[in-house]
């Protein structure tokens, strides 16, 4: 069984971007700014990556779904970042555990999607990092 956990969005997914209005307008309870620690961002084009990078970090929201919207939403996330289920060959992202850090500190524990292994290393071996690891600040 899957935990209902928040989020963490670091692209086209934070307000403003065009995922944030067509996935989660209206189906969240809450939404505020978070950092993640140890990753870079990379440039697609057109929307990043989060790659595991120690000593780096991304800016970001943690986005927790409305009362009865996770299961459904869950899903639709699923489908927009290409995650078909752990390790799977055709995944683009993704989604892990990982601790998010609000703007008071604490920290707790969201789903994000990051860049599938073979992804990944092209990325870390000739991908653009966006510095600061700010979608909004590219």
């Known amino acids: 069984m899957t935990a209902?956990?928040?989020?963490f969005v670091y692209g086209t997914l934070r307000p403003g971007e065009v995922n944030h209005d067509l996935f989660l307008r209206g189906r969240t309870a809450a939404e505020e700014p978070a950092r993640l620690p140890d990753a870079l961002l990379y440039d697609?084009?057109?929307?990043?990556y989060a790659v595991q990078h120690a000593g780096s970090e991304i800016v970001g929201g943690l986005v927790t779904p409305a009362p009865?919207?996770?299961?459904?939403?869950?899903?639709?996330?699923?489908r927009l970042e290409e995650y078909h289920g752990p390790d799977?060959?055709?995944?683009?992202?993704?989604?892990?555990r990982r601790d998010a850090v609000r703007r008071d500190g604490t920290r707790t524990t969201a789903w994000v999607y990051l860049a599938?292994?073979?992804?990944?290393?092209?990325?870390?071996?000739?991908?653009?990092?966006?510095?600061?690891g700010d979608w909004f600040a590219r």
């Open 116 to 132: 599938a292994p073979l992804l990944a290393r092209k990325l870390r071996e000739s991908g653009t990092e966006i510095p600061g």
């Open 68 to 78: 009865g919207a996770y299961g459904r939403l869950l899903a639709d996330l699923d």
């Open 44 to 48: 697609g084009p057109g929307y990043p």
């Open 88 to 96: 799977r060959p055709l995944n683009v992202y993704e989604r892990v």
């Open 4 to 7: 209902e956990l928040p989020f």
